[in-house]
């Protein structure tokens, strides 16, 4: 079965540090995949956080998020990752990791978030 | 950054309406643009991209539409599982930005 699961949430203090996990399976996962992590803070919307290319060497985030996050993968172990530190109350939100595929119409490529996992719920609170 | 903004925020409907939801670029993204929809304590599901082309799998009773700034979702005929919110989103570069939301809800 094609499908993402996240993991590594749960309640952290102010200040302190979460790694978020998202796991890959039943598709290439070191193909031409960009992956990406959105949250959404309870009964809000969905925000988009960070992104990584296929090979990992580029990356870009959210501002509310730049020099606090680090996104990453290893492809070799089917595996997205986020660092998050200095971690603040406005943080908490569930996160979700997406594939981002593309689809080619007329020579232009329209890329889309095509696979979504379940989510993990991350709190800050003291 | 590229805002999306969608209206309304919320509609109340009955199943067999046709509903509309709106959604306006900050600027012209072409038809970089796709929607998705989110049920209660579930993931976000892919339903449109480049603005009109339905993933497969999804029904025909959705239709997406517009160029440039605006945008639109249609359901043709509103079926009891399609209350959920619905998201915009555009795909013309980084960051992908979503819309706000709209919540249809049951009249």
């Known amino acids: 079965e094609v499908q993402l699961v996240e993991s590594g949430g749960g309640l952290v203090q102010p200040g302190g540090s979460l790694r978020l996990s998202c796991a890959a399976s039943?598709?290439?996962?070191?193909?031409?995949?960009?992956m990406h992590w959105v949250r959404q803070a309870p009964g809000k919307g969905l925000v988009w956080v960070s992104r990584i290319n296929s090979d990992g060497t580029s990356t870009s985030y959210a501002d509310s998020v730049k020099g606090r996050f680090t996104i990453s993968r290893d492809n070799a172990k089917n595996t997205l990752y986020l660092e998050m530190n200095s971690l603040r109350v406005e943080d908490t939100a569930v996160y979700y990791c997406?594939?981002?595929?593309?689809?080619?119409?007329?020579?232009?490529?329209?890329?889309?978030?095509?696979?979504w996992g379940r989510g993990t719920l991350v709190t800050v609170s003291s | 950054d590229i805002q999306m903004t969608q209206s309304p925020s919320s509609l109340s409907a009955s199943v067999g309406d046709r509903v509309t939801i709106t959604c306006r670029a900050s600027q012209s993204i072409g038809t970089y643009l796709n929607w998705y929809q989110q049920k209660p304590g579930k993931a976000p599901k892919f339903l449109i991209y480049a603005a009109s082309s339905l993933q497969s799998g999804v029904p025909s009773r959705f239709s997406g539409s517009g160029s440039g700034t605006d945008f639109t979702l249609t359901i043709s005929s509103l079926q009891p599982e399609d209350f959920a919110t619905y998201y915009c989103?555009?795909?013309?570069?980084?960051?992908?930005?979503f819309g706000q939301g709209t919540k249809v809800e049951i009249k």
């Open positions: 989103q555009h795909s013309y570069n980084m960051p992908r930005t």
């Open positions: 997406a594939r981002e595929v593309g689809t080619v119409i007329n020579t232009n490529k329209y890329w889309y978030f095509d696979l």
């Open positions: 039943g598709f290439t996962f070191s193909s031409s995949y960009w």
